[in-house]
């Protein structure tokens, strides 16, 4: 039987010293208290792109252009419920100061450290990426 196919779009927000930054999941949701990469579930209607400039405003309190979000990578991953779909996007320039809004905690991080933050295994593949090409 074929699982259910979840569309979730990702953003690597990069700083101007080159760290990334990740976000944790705060305490009652799924997969609480792991690192993921900020951005969230497409819904009908919506492009990846727009999905994202939503959930960073959201999320975050930034204004993130259409423009500015590089595709890079994505993820594919079967969890037991669904299957997972996720671009990443890369994005250097935003307005607004990144604040958290919605997790337990943020942090900018290094790319070759990404692996030191437990994360779903859907974003893991996702830190050798951003550590080999940033």
């Known amino acids: 039987m074929a699982s259910r196919l979840l569309l ?3 953003a690597a927000l990069i700083d101007t010293d080159g760290r990334v ?10 997969l609480a208290g ?3 990469f900020p951005g969230g579930k497409v819904e009908a209607g919506e492009t990846p792109e727009d999905c994202l400039i939503r959930e960073l405003q959201e999320e975050l309190g930034i ?5 500015c979000l590089a595709p890079f990578v994505f993820a594919s991953h079967a969890y037991e419920d669904f299957h997972l779909l996720m671009p ?7 307005d607004g100061q990144v604040t958290r809004r919605e997790h337990a905690d943020m942090a900018w ?7 030191d933050y437990p994360m779903p295994p859907a974003d893991e593949p996702l830190c050798a990426w951003l550590r080999d090409c940033l």
């Open 8 to 10: 979730v779009a990702a």
């Open 21 to 30: 930054l990740i976000c944790q999941r705060p305490e009652g949701k799924q």
């Open 34 to 36: 792991l690192w993921e």
């Open 63 to 67: 204004t993130a252009r259409r423009d």
């Open 88 to 94: 990443l996007y890369l994005l250097r320039r935003w």
């Open 109 to 115: 991080v290094k790319p070759a450290r990404l692996f």
